[in-house]
Antibody, heavy 121, light 110 residues
């Protein structure tokens, strides 16, 4: 059974940093691309970042480019999202999701439960 | 990258069919056949319903079907059931090698 468990969310001040983690199990981690998708309170879904199965191809939404870094550790079956220079508009539930294939353009078939990031002073 | 355009709400009676549109541009929806659809119930994580425009993951009811014409993709739910009441989002790969979601549609079963 595929399981994705996010952690690392919380309250952070504007300009601060936070690192999210997503522990994956139930599938061959390096065979699938992974995504981070966020949802601000009462709003729609926003794709944040994607990483290929090998980790050598990463992409970001314009809204986070230069501030967020996605990475993965296949030895730990864990996906990460390093978030720097956080802004109030980054406040959202962040979902980790498994993509249906090796590259991240085909959609996400399994999702974690989400972790809430709140950026506020 | 601007969000894809979906109607804010669509409603139908039990047993009816409804269609949700997802309009993009030649740089996203019209670019590749990599459109996916998600169902989200309140307080829950999204669930993949359709990928690659018209493919259903295993376990998803065949009452859900997807199609695309030009820059507009569509999700059709046939035989509408009370459990189908949820928010629905489309998503597309883009020519910038990123992904973009739609604005979301609230489906109400009357």
């Amino acid at each position: 059974e595929v399981q994705l468990l996010e952690s690392g969310g919380g309250l952070v001040q504007p300009g601060g940093s936070l690192r999210l983690s997503c522990a994956a199990s139930g599938f061959t981690f390096s065979s699938n691309a992974m995504s981070w998708v966020r949802q601000a309170p009462g709003k729609g879904l926003e794709w944040v970042s994607g990483i290929s199965g090998s980790g050598d191809n990463t992409k970001y939404a314009d809204s986070v480019k230069g501030r967020f870094t996605i990475s993965r550790d296949s030895s730990k079956n864990t996906l990460y999202l390093q978030m720097n220079s956080l802004r109030a508009e980054d406040t959202a539930v962040y979902y980790c999701a498994k993509v249906v294939s090796y590259d991240f353009w085909r959609g996400e078939d399994y999702w974690g439960q989400g972790t809430l990031v709140t950026v506020s002073s | 990258q601007s969000a894809l355009t979906q109607p804010a709400s669509v409603s139908g009676s039990p047993g009816q069919s409804i269609t949700i549109s997802c309009t993009g541009t030649s740089s996203d929806v019209g670019f590749y056949n990599y459109v996916s659809w998600y169902q989200q119930h309140p307080g829950k994580a999204p669930k993949l319903m359709i990928y690659d425009v018209s493919n259903r993951p295993s376990g998803v009811s065949n009452r859900f079907s997807g199609s695309k014409s030009g820059n507009t993709a569509s999700l059709t739910i046939s035989g509408l059931q009370a459990e189908d009441e949820a928010d629905y989002y489309c998503s597309s790969y883009t020519s910038s090698s990123t992904r973009v979601f739609g604005t979301g549609t609230k489906v109400t079963v009357l």
